[in-house]
């Protein structure tokens, strides 16, 4: 049982990757599952700052949104192909990640908090009103990709299975990066900051830059699933941007495990999926998700999959 | 622009400070919360909302009033208790995150919760026969319900002073923002502080909603945007704060309005851009003291 | 030992046969001459439009029922496949998504928002599904978001705007605010009102746009106040409207101005009660007290009052119904399900189902149909549903519409 749990752990990305892979057979319907691989990607991104370094950003909907957007933009006004669309989505909400943090950072606690979510509503603001370029309140339409072509072959991006493994692909890219940055020397930087900070900077680490580091690297993760999620609903809305799609992240990362690889791709799936099953039977479902959530606030506070680790480990022990 | 008068200009930041006067309940009941128990608490917009329909209950039920502006801050006050003995206290101690979250996912609830009884069209609420109607102020034509609720807040606010700067209560509260361990050496019971004040910041935003209910509509997503709003505020002010809570309330209130007359589209994001200023050049807000739950 | 090879070869003839006849093949074939005809349905269920959504869901219910009582479509049963889009676009995506690839739905039918209905019109264009919008927007008519397989049953903002405005400026007076929620449908009802306006001499005092869903407008009415128009056009919908209303009455406005809204809800009056709209005109697509008038209102509102308890329809309500009831009219007429086909009987379908004669313009896929111009009322209510006046009636002219070209379609 260790042996096989150490072999997991430190082969983590590809465990993930096949269990992706087998994924969409056990989902009513695939864009279920694509919606679970784009937010389980965003949570991860956010569990990067909120869970690996200790900061409680309610702004993240800013990068997830502005990913989408400047990778809808891109194709819509611009015409650009589509991989050159997810890399400007990508480094676009990098930008504006930097932006951001080098203003956060310098505030703490529940203040670094409240900045970000301050700023990422001016950032809803400014999309909202350029609303030549992204439709307002209507929303961006028009990211029609139907062909891929890759390596000489074409792929049917309408098809949904096709759409889902294309996804998938980036996704399991983003997970390897994430993946090895944790497993650096920086990814021990990052969670020592979270621990102590102070000691962090006695010992000679430059703390701010760690965590604007992380801030960016964060940004850039969301940014990428906000392009995915540009691509598949062929639609980017304003809601991306707002402040309930953060805590839509929060919740997820709480509900699947904060500091933990897999969790928040447990949480992102557990969320939506009963989001999507309690829906068909009771238009109560908001009651669902409060008191399922106040119930894992106080009873299980590791989360889905945390509590699992927890217990695994346990067992070992 | 050319019919800009100075009479409208003043009518205009009346309009400011009767908006400012609800940002300012609601300030006061999240800094006290937070700065006393350093709960961040997003359940407070749903607590307002609650209290908006706990008015309409009762005032259809009796018909005064009065007599809801009473019994609102009292039934909420009691919910408030009831939450923070049951689901807030055990989380104490276990990092600022946890109570948020907590109130993240009950503010799912209660609005959950007022949909199933209430319903989903909202109930309307109009002010008493009292103060129905427009007066005119000088300046021009002003609702008489809105010059009450400036009144009503001003009295509230002095009130609240009162308690806290001379009675023995509000001394155990000062003492125990500034160290709660030496209060409870003193043999004082922290928590039961501590639950008294959260029911109390709890009521505050109940009676919020009851006085802002004839002002708009009472429906069940009332509260959303009223949380980030009172978050501004509470954040501009210096959360912790209750000079500040006032001074912030005012100020938002003000600029929401004065914006909306110059650039009415750019209302909503200059609140939050008054924030983000204030965040970087004096990150403790206004009031606020520096290192306080940083 | 000689006679095995033909023995052999007989069995597997038989048992090849047999196979052949009881295959997949033969059940997939059956099974379609039978499969139900479906129809999506996503609309904001969970919101604060819900109870106009399921009012939509309602009277479709109706369409469907008085369909499948007719015979359905050679033996095929139409059946209503309704979702929750939470009045948000990106969840109307997914579900429009979900009714398509797992559902397998012939046909969509939806939505109560603008941004709601372009998000799901984006899916099924790509697809090829034919989706009937049934509510509000400019824009689903434009060439940009418009595609063969797009209709709109619902008025537009353009037409709405417009035909209140020809009402109002000739009657009321030609100074006028415009109060505006700041998102695409406001603006396409200040042009709508200021297209028609031109014809009167209209003079646009103020354009004073407020944040989609503000709950306070103490800070845009003591301009307003200032400028003493003779109409206050209130360019917002549903609770804003109500809202707005309301704290403009407060302010003192309605004794200089006549209030006047593009489009008056029916729940929002039924929620806001008779004091806060008095005297306030707007326009609709439909109204109940329409069956004093025409006959196929008398019909629906009929089948829906058996149906429903006794109840009358909303004005989204009977959308919900026009909405279904052409897509499987057309189904009829085409012959099949296939979605060209339908498409093009659709657009030689000249209807009344309830509430007088329609058509859909070609280059569009707009209903042409008539605005009917209400007005709130206090007294003489007949029951509690009686809250409007019928005042005017303009009857269907695709000259009130904007032009194909305009919207950007080749003649």
């Known amino acids: 049982m260790r042996d096989a749990f150490d072999l997991v752990s430190r082969h983590r990305v590809a465990a993930v990757v096949l269990v992706l892979i087998a994924f969409p057979w056990v989902m009513p319907y695939e864009a279920l599952a694509i919606n679970i691989l784009i937010f389980g990607l965003f949570a991860v991104g956010f569990n990067l700052l909120f869970g690996y370094t200790g900061m409680l950003s309610f702004g993240h909907a800013a990068f997830l949104g502005s990913g989408s957007y400047l990778a809808g933009i891109a194709i819509v006004h611009g015409g650009w192909p589509w991989y050159a669309a997810i890399a400007a989505g990508t480094l676009g909400a990098a930008v504006i990640g930097l932006l951001m943090g080098a203003l956060a950072i310098r505030a703490r606690g529940i203040y670094f908090s409240m900045v970000t979510l301050a700023l990422a509503q001016c950032v809803y603001y400014l999309f909202y009103q350029a609303d030549s370029w992204t439709g307002g309140e209507n929303g961006l339409r028009g990211v029609r990709v139907n062909a891929i072509k890759v390596f000489g072959v074409e792929l049917d991006f309408v098809h949904p299975m096709t759409k889902y493994y294309i996804v998938l692909a980036f996704v399991a890219l983003a997970l390897w990066f994430v993946s090895r940055v944790l497993a650096s020397p920086f990814g021990a930087v990052i969670e020592t900051v979270r621990e102590n900070d102070r000691r962090a900077a006695a010992c000679g680490y430059d703390v701010a830059r760690t965590r604007l580091v992380v801030f960016v690297l964060s940004a850039a993760i969301c940014g990428l699933a906000g392009t995915l999620r540009a691509l598949h609903l062929s639609v980017v809305p304003i809601e991306s941007l707002h402040y309930l799609t953060s805590g839509h992240a929060v919740m997820m990362c709480l509900l699947g495990g904060m500091g933990t690889f897999f969790g928040p791709f447990v949480g992102a799936a557990v969320f939506l999926y009963l989001e999507d099953v309690v829906t068909t039977w009771t238009k109560h479902w908001m009651l669902v998700v409060g008191v399922v959530f106040i119930v894992f606030v106080l009873f299980f506070p590791r989360g889905i999959w945390g509590s699992i680790l927890h217990w695994a480990r346990r067992r070992e022990a | ?294 | 030992m000689s006679t095995t090879p033909v023995r052999l070869s007989r069995r597997k003839l038989l048992l090849g046969t047999a196979a052949a006849a009881t295959s997949p093949f033969w059940f997939n074939i059956a099974r379609a001459q039978t499969a139900p005809i479906r129809i999506g349905f996503p609309v904001p269920l969970t919101g604060p439009f819900s109870s106009d959504a399921q009012d939509q869901v309602r009277a479709a219910e109706v369409a469907v029922k008085e369909f499948n009582d007719g015979g359905g479509f050679r033996g095929r049963m139409a059946e209503l496949l309704v979702r929750d889009d939470k009045l948000n676009a990106g969840e109307a995506a997914t579900r429009t998504l979900e009714l398509i690839e797992k559902d397998k739905v012939n046909f969509v039918v939806g939505s109560l928002s603008a941004a709601v209905q372009l998000s799901v019109n984006g899916v099924t264009k790509e697809r090829k599904i034919i989706y009937n919008s049934i509510s509000q927007s400019d824009a689903i008519n434009e060439v940009k978001d418009w595609s063969p397989y797009t209709f709109h049953e619902a008025l537009n903002p353009h037409l709405t705007g417009g035909a209140v405005g020809r009402y109002a400026f000739k009657r009321f007076g030609k100074r006028v605010v415009f109060l505006t929620a700041d998102y695409a449908y406001g603006h396409e009802m200040v042009r709508g009102f200021q297209r028609a306006g031109k014809e009167f001499g209209v003079e646009t005092l103020a354009d004073i746009r407020h944040p989609l869903g503000a709950a306070d407008y103490s800070a845009f009415l003591p301009r307003i106040q200032a400028l003493k128009p003779d109409v206050l056009l209130f360019c917002n919908f549903g609770r804003d409207l109500l809202n707005s209303v309301k704290q403009a009455t407060e302010f003192g406005l309605k004794s200089t101005t006549k209030f006047v809204a593009p489009v008056l809800l029916y729940s929002a009056r039924s929620a806001g009660g008779p004091e806060a709209f008095e005297g306030v005109v707007g326009g609709t697509s439909y109204y109940w007290r329409l069956e004093d008038t025409v006959p196929s209102a008398k019909a629906f509102n009929d089948k829906f009052r058996k149906a429903h308890g006794g109840a009358v329809p909303s004005d989204y309500g009977a959308l919900g119904y026009g909405g279904v009831r052409t897509v499987l009219e057309a189904v009829r007429n085409a012959g099949t399900t296939d979605s060209d086909k339908v498409s093009a009987a659709m657009r030689q379908l000249k209807y009344d189902f309830y509430k007088g004669p329609q058509y859909y313009r070609a280059c569009d896929h707009q209903s042409v149909q008539s605005v009917l111009i209400i007005e709130s009322k206090s007294k003489n209510m007949k029951d509690k549903n009686d809250v409007f006046d019928i005042v005017s009636t303009e009857p269907p002219d695709e000259k009130n519409l904007r032009s194909c070209a305009e919207l950007g379609h080749k003649a």
């Open chain 2, 1 to 294: 622009m050319g019919e800009i008068t100075l009479n409208l200009l003043l009518l205009q930041a009346i309009a400011g400070v009767a908006l400012g006067a609800i940002f300012v309940l609601l300030a006061i009941g999240l800094s006290l919360i937070f700065g006393m128990l350093g709960v961040v608490n997003f359940a407070h917009g749903a607590f307002f909302m609650v209290g908006a329909y706990a008015g309409v209950y009762f005032y259809g039920l009796s018909g005064n009033f009065w007599f809801s502006l009473v019994l609102v801050p009292l039934t909420v006050g009691v919910v408030g208790l009831a939450v923070e003995r049951v689901l807030v206290r055990p989380l104490y101690g276990r990092g600022i995150d946890y109570p948020l979250l907590l109130t993240f996912g009950l503010s799912y609830v209660l609005v959950e919760a007022i949909r199933i009884l209430f319903g989903v069209e909202g109930n309307p609420m109009g002010p008493p026969a009292l103060l129905r109607g427009a007066v005119d102020i000088g300046v021009g034509h002003f609702p008489t319900y809105r010059l009450f609720l400036i009144g009503a807040t001003a009295v509230i606010v002095a009130a609240l002073w009162l308690f806290i700067e001379k009675t023995r209560f509000g001394l155990i509260i000062r003492a125990g923002a500034q160290d709660p361990e030496i209060v409870r050496i003193l043999g004082i019971d922290i928590s039961r502080v501590w639950l008294l004040i959260f029911a109390l910041g709890i009521a505050i935003a109940g009676l919020s909603g009851i006085l802002a209910a004839p002002t708009r509509a009472v429906t069940p997503e009332m509260g959303i945007p009223v949380l980030v709003e009172s978050f501004v505020v509470t954040v501009v002010g210096g959360m912790g704060s209750l000079a500040g809570a006032v001074v912030a309330g005012l100020l938002v209130g003000i600029v929401y309005s004065m914006t909306s007359l110059f650039a009415p589209e750019f209302a909503e994001m200059s609140i939050f851009a008054l924030m983000a200023l204030v965040l970087l050049l004096r990150p403790q807000g206004l009031f606020g003291r520096t290192g306080l739950f940083g």
